[in-house]
């Protein structure tokens, strides 16, 4: 009877220590598997900050290298193009009075090819550093950048946007519309086989918008993505847009051609204007 | 024509209890549409035939006959349809073949036991459950139980195992087997005809445990998305 008894309450603690283990394992599992998320949660969010401060970085340093090569252009180059310019002139006056006409002839060519290369120069380093951008904002540079293409391309682009007065924001959300706008617009004429292309900026409260649509040929973007090279230009435009919070968006239009929407939080101006170029500076440029 | 099935159940009203909650995880099963998910679906199987035999086995008990065949019997069935579940369950094929073996090795140590307890089949009175198939069992479950839990934790494929059904299946079987486990093989020598040993409270835990089980169950399908198992 005695070990009866005894049998009873052993079964009875080693059921009850059993369960006990179920229900810590139950728990263990429950709190394990939370904080293991918790910690895979912070070490990609840890990762995503680094990618986008790499890739913050390397954009900074590819604009710092534009405006130093801009700098170089027309600190260096165009003040001597200048000179070889006005040397040119005075040689001409001496020429001009010699009355020899083949040296004349000469004379004019150098003088024209001179002229012609400062022109190249002014609009390289434009090119490199889109200084209409940083003095008068995103609407006066668009125009300017549709002027020069309408000039040398035999295509249609239109611009328009919702407000007249676009606010100024913050240089590098400008410039990241910027060239995103420049390399969906070169896309276009690229690739697209298009005659057209809108431009649509918009702005409200709390997003611009930015629509570049063409009437080409239309593209699959996931497809272009997954073939290395092809992908490097729309690579770039997330890339850019990651590091402002914005979004990208691809459309194929009904009536063809290809449509893409990039999405960026408003973030105005602090009021730091860049400097604009100048001969002796050469100090980092921080978008 | 029930009177003795209502004093049956009057007087074992946790195992009776026992017996009929099974009904709850069954209609949510059929409600929620879990048997679209093949491991509920045999868990379905599980619980239509597990009715089957405890409704049976209670008419039995009630009528004052010997319905411990109707257990012995039902071990091998059982786990087979709760670690058919673990087989969807697995990604590797080592744990499968794991599982597809066990299944076979509990049948046929079942099917032996049943022989090696009950010296005289013939005798349906003194019929005497298993001494050590339920045992094998219950450790098999738990270990088919913490294996997956280890591949829950290693693959980190479930954000939130609250809403995950097969978790609280799992919890559910886990302490429903850690309560009888101990108490298995001494139950062949406390069940027989002609009992005169009684384990008191340590007897009614695995059916309080069953009725855990039950719950945990219907937490765990009423969790089941026709929607999201789509997705």
């Keep these: 009877m005695q070990n009866s008894e005894e049998l009873k309450w052993a079964l009875l603690i080693a059921s009850l220590a059993m369960l006990a283990m179920a229900f810590c394992m139950i728990a263990f599992v429950m ?15 840890i990762e995503k900050n680094y990618n986008r401060l790499l890739l913050d970085t390397a954009l900074n340093s590819e604009e710092t290298e534009r405006r130093r090569i801009a700098q170089d252009l027309h600190d260096d180059i165009g003040t001597m193009l200048s000179l070889t310019k006005l040397s040119l002139n005075q040689l001409s006056k001496l020429v001009a009075n010699s009355g020899d006409e083949k040296e004349e002839s000469i004379m004019k060519k150098s003088q024209s090819l001179v002229e012609e290369t400062i022109l190249h120069v002014r609009r390289i380093t434009r090119d490199l550093v889109p200084t209409t951008l940083e003095r008068f904002g995103l609407m006066e540079a668009i125009e300017e950048f549709i002027h020069k293409l309408e000039e040398d391309n035999n295509l249609v682009i239109a611009f328009q946007s919702n407000t007249e007065e676009f606010p100024r924001q913050g240089q590098k959300l400008e410039l990241t519309l910027y060239r995103i706008m420049q390399e969906l617009v070169n896309n276009a004429i690229k690739h697209a086989s298009c005659t057209k292309i809108d431009i649509v900026l918009e702005i409200d409260e709390e ?8 009437n080409g040929v239309g593209f699959d973007p996931e497809k272009i993505k ?10 770039g435009i997330e890339s850019r847009l990651a590091i402002v919070n914005g979004t990208v968006q691809y459309e194929q239009p009904a009536r063809g051609g290809s449509s893409a929407i990039a999405r960026i939080p408003v973030n105005p101006a602090s009021g730091n204007k860049p400097e604009p170029l100048h001969p002796f500076r050469r100090e980092r440029v921080n978008i | 024509m029930f009177d003795s099935h209502f004093a049956y159940i009057v007087n074992n009203p946790i195992s009776s209890i026992a017996v009929f909650v099974t009904v709850l995880p069954l209609t949510l099963t059929i409600t929620r549409k879990a048997f679209l998910d093949k491991s509920l679906r045999l868990l379905f ?19 004052r006959t010997n319905n411990l065949i109707l257990y012995n019997l039902s071990i091998p069935l059982f786990y087979a349809l709760l670690s058919g579940m673990f087989y969807f369950q697995f990604t590797g094929k080592a744990q499968k073949g794991f599982v597809l073996t066990s299944i076979v090795g509990v049948f046929v140590f079942s099917i032996w036991d049943i022989f090696n307890s009950n010296e005289n089949l013939g005798d349906l009175n003194e019929h005497r459950l298993v001494l050590y198939a339920k045992t094998v069992e219950g450790v098999l479950m738990i270990s088919l139980i913490l294996l997956y839990f280890y591949e829950i934790i290693k693959s980190l494929q479930i954000p939130n195992l609250l809403t995950f059904p097969f978790f609280w299946v799992c919890s559910g079987l886990l302490l429903y087997y850690s309560s009888l486990i101990f108490l298995a093989p001494f139950l062949h020598y406390t069940y027989t005809w002609n009992n005169q040993t009684d384990l008191g409270i340590t007897e ?17 399908i009423y969790n089941f998305s026709p929607r999201k198992y789509a997705k």
């Design chain 1, 31 to 45: 709190y394990y598997q939370k904080k293991r998320f918790e910690e895979e949660k912070r070490i990609n969010d």
């Design chain 1, 207 to 214: 997003m611009i918008g930015l629509r570049v649509t063409d």
């Design chain 1, 226 to 235: 997954e073939s290395n090279l092809a992908g490097l230009g729309l690579l």
């Design chain 2, 45 to 63: 199987c599980y619980l239509v035939s597990k009715l089957i035999i405890d409704i049976i086995m209670l008419h039995l008990a009630s009528t």
């Design chain 2, 204 to 220: 009614v835990i695995p059916s309080i445990f069953e009725i855990l089980c039950a719950v945990l169950f219907s937490v765990g």
